[in-house]
């Protein structure tokens, strides 16, 4: 069956600059060799989002105030810690429980498992440092072409994360208007992941690297947009109840009051 790209068009707050910032530090190596899948429970879901954070200084953004743009603290970013970010948003969220939060060092300073209350599919966020967002960007990449894996445990369940996931979902600027790729990341495997890229024009910039990966894209953007948590919340929602790629995109595509609130607990 072949599945047109629903077009997500998201009211703009941090949006995409004309004028690019520092070159972004990091990115060693391109393509992660292939290697052999690690031990997991194959009968565990799992979902993978790489959140590169909103960063002023190091991101071709249009500006947004200083605390929620400072891509080394994510406690107060607007991709992460904000109301309508990652782990703010999902952890109030009626549909989610939080199962562990793990601070780290750069590039990746945070990790959070999630479990989803009706299906028990496993959501596995990483916030990369808004100053590798090259690396946050590559690091997608190879897991939808299944070339890294890993794994996290919880209560003695190994689950997959990374290639090992079922969905891979990117959250952020579009470094690649800032930067390029010198060649696509190829698929290590014949396993078709699921991806999800909430950035401004992601199609335009992600096609070529998603067709050499493998990967289905399930939903993307043509035009420049703020990528929080709700549209992603939204979207997962009728993903894991197995809804048609098509509801996906138009669960995504409603950016309304209502929405942003769906499924969210009392304060």
């Not at 949006?15 to 060693?28: D, F, L, N, Y």
């Not at 959250?171 to 390029?180: P, Q, R, T, V």
Request: with cysteine; aromatic share 8%.
């Amino acid at each position: 069956m072949v599945h047109r790209v629903y077009l997500v068009f998201i009211g703009l707050f941090a949006a995409c600059s004309a004028s690019p910032k520092k070159e972004p530090v990091g990115a060693g190596l391109l393509q992660a060799p292939a290697a052999p899948a690690p031990s997991y429970d194959t009968t565990a879901q799992t979902l993978h989002v790489f959140v590169a954070l909103c960063d002023n200084k190091y991101q071709g953004i249009v500006p947004v105030p200083a605390a929620i743009g400072n891509g080394q603290d994510p406690n107060s970013n607007l991709y992460w810690g904000c109301s309508s970010g990652i782990r703010t948003y999902f952890k109030k969220s009626a549909h989610w429980e939080l199962l562990l939060r793990r601070k780290g060092t750069s590039p990746v300073l945070e990790r959070l498992l999630f479990r989803h209350n009706n299906t028990g599919a496993y959501l596995v966020a990483d916030a990369f440092d808004g100053r590798y967002i090259k690396d946050c960007t590559i690091a997608f990449l190879n897991a939808c072409a299944g070339r890294i894996a890993d794994t996290i445990v919880h209560e003695g369940r190994v689950l997959g994360t990374g290639g090992a996931a079922r969905l891979m979902a990117y959250i952020g600027h579009d470094g690649l208007m800032d930067f390029s790729l010198p060649a696509t990341i190829q698929a290590a495997d014949q396993k078709q992941r699921d991806a999800i890229i909430l950035a401004c024009i992601s199609k335009k910039y992600f096609a070529p690297h998603l067709r050499a990966a493998g990967a289905r894209p399930l939903l993307w953007t043509t035009g420049l947009m703020c990528p929080e948590a709700y549209t992603l919340h939204d979207a997962l929602e009728v993903y894991l109840a197995k809804g048609s790629a098509q509801r996906v995109r138009e669960a995504a595509a409603r950016p309304t009051i209502a929405s942003r609130n769906a499924g969210r607990r009392r304060p």
